[in-house]
């Protein structure tokens, strides 16, 4: 079982900033891959930004040049610096891991509120 603890999450104004954290514990392998999603009110949940182990990143297009997901691997943690907030960026962030074998875990979610 791995066990995911978000924060960072709350209320800007648009052209704010925040930056989301994530810490990842249990058993964890030593290749994954972790990243963040997001699902506002009445959408599906989408992939925001991931990056593994070897540090290799993808994003989303709405998010390049304004996102940027980063990782210490010696601590397990993620974090998402988000920059230039719109508030077509307002919904549910959640972190998430997928070990080598394929399994994925999910955080419990945090708010992002980006308002106009």
């Known amino acids: 079982q791995v066990y995911l603890r978000e924060s960072g999450g709350g209320l800007v104004q648009a052209g704010g900033s925040l930056r989301l954290s994530c810490a990842a514990s249990g058993s964890i392998f030593r290749y994954n891959t972790m990243g963040w999603y997001r699902q506002a009110p009445g959408k599906q949940r989408e992939s925001v930004a991931t990056i593994t182990t070897g540090g290799t990143t993808r994003y989303t297009d709405s998010v390049k040049g304004r996102f940027t997901i980063s990782r210490d691997n010696a601590k397990n943690t993620i974090s998402l610096q988000m920059n230039s907030l719109e508030p077509e960026d307002t919904a549910v962030y959640y972190c998430?891991?997928?070990?080598?074998?394929?399994?994925?875990?999910w955080g419990q979610g945090t708010q992002v509120t980006v308002s106009s």
């Open positions: 998430t891991l997928v070990n080598a074998g394929g399994r994925n875990f």
